[in-house]
């Protein structure tokens, strides 16, 4: 009995002290950091406890083994941390680690590390064990949107370790047949890089369709995007880049991570060229088809290419170059071919690796066309049925135009693309029908494109972004990491919507606050952000009659917080124009647009933006108050007067004489810049202004009143 009484008593024993273990163990783990939300997801996370506190006075140093390598790549998170943050430039340099500081080396003994890879410590202080330069940068990336999304730069301990799956994670971007500045170039860039995508496809030349320019190839837009020496008339007078600019531009990008990849696309698409040298367009196929019997446009195009190739500092820095080679008369196949051989060779003896649009289903021949060390953006199946080209040997970037294809306004592909189901069904190794290994050997990676086919349909820069925004943060996790989803797509959703696009980039005009009112003008000209108090700069008075400020025409001017305001907007004033305004006289304006009181001299209210203008059929009566609320999205402009709706500028259809119809976007992406102008200044008294972030209900707008 005693026996059993003490086996009881062990067992009892046992029993609490795997009791109390088991409580220790969860608690201890109920203490682990989570795996952190950043885009693309980590690959592997082991978490910690506590956190490290990233202090004003952090330092970067980097190992001085390689000081070469990492100095640049530390001295870019120094700028990017400083520019996010409103901090001075933490010091950078090279020496030992030691603690509190993020200290950057390379590894390359880690057989877990694969290309582009890093493994980040966050302890005491910050280790980044990179693969690569490439590796040490996208930690960097890493750092800053965990230190964006926690006020007190507090990031959680833990060790993770990350590298993609893809070598290219790509965005193609056609600034043939719409242009977009060099400073949106390089905010996307910064855009790209800040989200470990690496690969801008910059599309330089294109045309429009004959059908939307009277039936006539002279009348249809082309354009070629660069400087070009060799046949100056090629160059676009609405919009280029010097040669200058885009070496610039590729250096810039380098030093983000991310490869520029410029194309020329031949002999389709070619009216530019055509148009700069007649005699080179095909009278059978019309003119933006190249003639292929014409030796004189071999040595247009070999020219064209050499100008930027050439030399020991050529324009094209990179070491790919994309010759199109898409969407030509299926008729002249061999042609094709022969075409696309001389030119995949020709580039190639400039030291460059050759991309180009698959198009070898379409145009199928005899004629060889070289295959070794050549890159196809798979696109449309039909063109180029993927596994005859892997079958081939053609390395592929998968671009498949049902997935991956926004064409703004078009109402065909993606006015914007599903991302839903991007998230939950789509990855690299899907192109068509077809379905590939994730890892097959000759698949690179993957690429989304926007195409401006309908040139002139009122589409902005701003809303493009707006497009491409929620898709580059959906393909960034696709491309990095193929099928692997991190979690749900309304999760991933809701914490995507709360970063933002990179250290002081807003493109998208979004102005967070405690609730929707962001700015509201007080006596002075002073404004009221977020209740926190902000004094503009002031070159007009304040009325104190009339409690408003005084526009008079020429240089009278407010400057604001904010340089504009994006989509999902209410903009609320009450006005009193005087007579005898200017014709474009400004009530708000920005670099990106204006708000006119005389819009092209036609006495309405209107707004011009990228050289579109549009009015609405109002004009704001002289000498006496009006209640004016512009409310806009990503549709279409709406003018309350007097809180009732007047006019909504939305839905617009351009009909041409043949009958085709294309839209006309009357979208805002409201100035806040100045309220008034440096220069042409509306003359009126503008008081009670109101800016939200939100759209107000027609309820909320006709409850709206004056002082």
Avoid at 320 to 348: C, L, N, S, W
Avoid at 388 to 402: C, E, V
Avoid at 640 to 656: D, H, P, Q
Wanted: charge should be neutral.
């Amino acid at each position: 009995m005693n026996l059993f009484r003490t086996i009881l008593f062990v067992l009892a024993r046992c029993c609490t002290i795997v009791v109390v273990v088991c409580l220790v163990t969860q608690v201890a783990r109920a203490q682990t950091n989570e795996a952190p939300f950043v885009i693309p997801a980590l690959h592997e996370w082991k978490g910690s406890t506590g956190q490290f506190e990233w202090k004003q006075n952090v330092k970067l140093i980097v190992d001085p083994k390689y000081k070469e390598q990492l100095l640049p790549v530390a001295q870019l998170l120094a700028e990017d941390w400083s520019i996010a943050a409103g901090a001075p430039q933490p010091a950078v340099g090279a020496g030992k680690a030691t603690g509190g500081a993020v200290f950057f080396t390379f590894n390359n003994r880690d057989t877990a590390l694969h290309a582009e890879g890093y493994r980040l410590h966050i302890n005491e202080g910050i280790v980044i064990e990179a693969k690569d330069k490439a590796g040490a940068i996208w930690a960097t990336r890493t750092l800053l949107q965990l230190l964006e999304q926690n006020a007190q730069h507090k990031l959680p301990k833990g060790v993770a370790l990350d590298y993609p799956q893809y070598e290219v994670r790509g965005f193609v971007l056609d600034v043939g047949r719409k242009f977009f500045s060099l400073d949106f170039l390089r905010n996307y860039v910064k855009f790209m890089s800040y989200y470990k995508m690496n690969d801008f496809h910059i599309h330089l030349n294109d045309n429009g369709f004959k059908q939307f320019f009277g039936d006539n190839w002279d009348s249809t837009y082309s354009a070629f995007r660069l400087q070009n020496d060799t046949y100056p008339g090629l160059t676009a007078k609405d919009g280029s880049y010097s040669k200058k600019e885009f070496i610039e531009l590729q250096k810039m990008a380098q030093r983000y991570g991310v490869n520029i990849i410029p194309e020329i696309d031949v002999p389709a698409h070619s009216l530019a060229f055509s148009k700069a040298v007649p005699g080179i367009g095909s009278k059978q196929y019309g003119m933006d088809h190249l003639d292929l019997d014409n030796p004189l446009t071999y040595k247009v195009i070999d020219n064209v290419f050499r100008e930027y190739l050439q030399g020991p500092k050529p324009v094209f820095i990179g070491k790919e170059v994309h010759i199109g080679t898409d969407e030509y008369a299926k008729k002249d196949a061999e042609k094709f071919r022969k075409f696309t051989d001389h030119y995949i060779r020709f580039v190639e003896s400039f030291g460059k690796k050759v991309r180009m649009w698959g198009s070898l289903t379409h145009a199928q021949g005899t004629t060889p066309v070289k295959v070794k060390g050549v890159t196809m953006n798979l696109w449309y199946n039909g063109y180029a049925e993927p596994k005859d080209m892997f079958a081939l040997g053609y390395k592929g970037i998968s671009t498949p135009d049902g997935w991956l294809y926004i064409v703004p306004a078009a109402g065909y592909y993606y006015d914007y693309l599903n991302t839903k189901k991007l998230y939950e069904e789509w990855t690299p190794n899907r192109i068509g029908k077809e379905t590939f290994d994730e890892h097959y050997p000759l698949l690179r990676g993957g690429a989304f494109a926007v195409w401006n086919d309908h040139v002139g349909n009122g589409i902005t820069e701003k809303d493009v972004h707006h497009r491409v925004f929620p898709a580059m943060q959906v393909l960034a996790q696709k491309m990095w990491d193929g099928s692997v989803k991190p979690m749900a797509y309304t999760d991933f959703e809701m914490h995507a919507r709360q970063l933002e696009e990179g250290p002081g980039l807003n493109m998208l005009g979004r102005i967070r606050a405690k609730d929707s009112l962001v700015l509201a003008m007080n006596a002075g000209g002073i404004f009221n952000p977020s209740a926190t108090i902000t004094t503009a700069e002031v070159n007009a008075p304040y009325d104190e009659n009339e409690k408003a400020i005084h526009l008079r025409g020429g240089n009278s001017f407010i400057t604001t917080p904010y340089p504009g305001i994006g989509y999902g907007y209410t903009v609320s004033f009450s006005i009193r124009p005087e007579a005898g305004n200017a014709p474009n006289a400004v009530l708000f304006g920005s670099k990106d647009a204006v708000v006119t009181l005389n819009q092209q001299g036609s006495g309405k209210l209107g707004f011009s933006r990228e050289g579109y203008h549009y009015s609405f059929d109002y004009s704001v009566p002289v000498n006496e108050w009006t209640l004016i609320v512009i409310r806009g999205n990503n549709k279409g402009t709406s003018l309350y007067v007097n809180g009732v709706l007047k006019e909504k500028l939305e839905g617009a259809k351009r009909t041409f004489p043949n009958g085709k119809q294309t839209a006309k976007v009357q979208t805002l992406f409201f100035p806040l810049e100045f309220i008034g102008d440096k220069s042409n200044a509306a003359k009126a008294l503008i008081r009670n202004l109101k800016v939200f972030n939100t759209e107000l209900s027609d309820s909320a707008i006709s409850a709206l009143r004056d002082l």
